[in-house]
């Protein structure tokens, strides 16, 4: 299982690197594959990798892309189906990480986009472009919620 964690600052107070950088050290009791962070103003995602199946050695989260930020854990089981309906990089599909899958889900479907999405899965999104944070888990459950802090004052 990988790690993820964020700061979302809804008061407007830009996140300290310091306090993201503690909060990955936590995380990384075990010895993760990969790790990774994003901080951009008010808003931060962080990464611990578990390479669970062939395509995730691919990926290095948290993910961004134009305006879209993903930190995520998951497995996706419908690739070969979501990859007629999305928008992916041009790589042999093994060679595509789930990232990608959800990212462009996202893209296409928006809120909507779990519905879509067959496994097992944690994950959030920061959409630059409506400066909105979305999280979304898989439908039984199994993953469990991304640990996403909300600042207030």
């Known amino acids: 299982m990988s790690g993820i964690f964020g700061v979302f600052n809804r008061n407007t107070k830009r996140v300290n690197k310091d306090t993201i950088n503690i909060m ?9 594959d990969d790790h990774g962070i994003w901080i951009n103003g008010t808003v931060a995602f962080g990464h611990t990798m578990l390479w669970n199946t062939p395509e995730s050695k691919y990926e290095h989260l948290p993910l961004e892309k134009n305006a879209y930020v993903l930190t995520m854990d998951a497995r996706i089981d419908n690739r070969d189906e979501l990859a007629k309906e999305l928008v992916l990089p ?30 097992d899965f944690a994950f959030a999104i920061w959409d630059g472009n409506k400066r909105q944070l979305f999280c979304a888990r898989d439908h039984v459950g199994i993953k469990q919620w991304p640990t996403i802090l909300s600042i207030l004052s």
Request: aromatic letters at 16%; a negative charge.
């Open 24 to 32: 990955l050290d936590a995380m990384s009791y075990w010895e993760s």
């Open 90 to 119: 041009d790589l042999p599909l093994e060679k595509i990480g789930d990232s990608e899958f959800i990212l462009s889900a996202y893209r296409k479907w928006g809120e909507d986009c779990p519905k879509y999405l067959l496994g």
